[in-house]
């Protein structure tokens, strides 16, 4: 059974950093990508960082793209999403996502809040 369970999420600053992990329960190098969306409120999910295996670069949506880092560990089974200079719009439920052969796997989010 795939289990995805993301950490780190909280309150920050504008211009802080926050470091988002995302444990997963089996070999991740087995997925076509592991991703990170977020809902922001009265939003819909959007993507925010992608990582596909075998690919040369990451994913990352124009708004966070210089800002947000996404890093995978296969000895760990870990997806990482650095953010630094955050902003209040990057305030949001960030969800972990790994996908393979049509099937989505989600966690379950963890929250960021971005306020001064």
């Known amino acids: 059974q795939v289990q995805l369970v993301e950490s780190g999420g909280g309150l920050v600053q504008p211009g802080g950093s926050l470091r988002l992990s995302c444990a997963v329960s089996?070999?991740?190098?087995?997925?076509?990508?592991l991703s990170w969306f977020r809902q922001r409120p009265r939003k819909q999910r959007e993507m925010v960082a992608t990582?596909?295996?075998?690919?040369?670069?990451?994913d990352y949506a124009d708004s966070v793209n210089g800002r947000f880092t996404i890093s995978t560990d296969n000895n760990k089974d870990t997806v990482d999403l650095q953010m630094n200079n955050l902003k209040p719009e990057d305030t949001a439920i960030y969800y972990c996502?790994?996908?393979?052969?049509?099937?989505?796997?989600w966690g379950q989010g963890t929250q960021v809040t971005v306020s001064s």
């Open positions: 996502n790994a996908k393979s052969r049509g099937l989505n796997y």
């Open positions: 089996v070999d991740i190098s087995s997925f076509y990508s």
């Open positions: 990582h596909t295996n075998g690919g040369w670069f990451p």
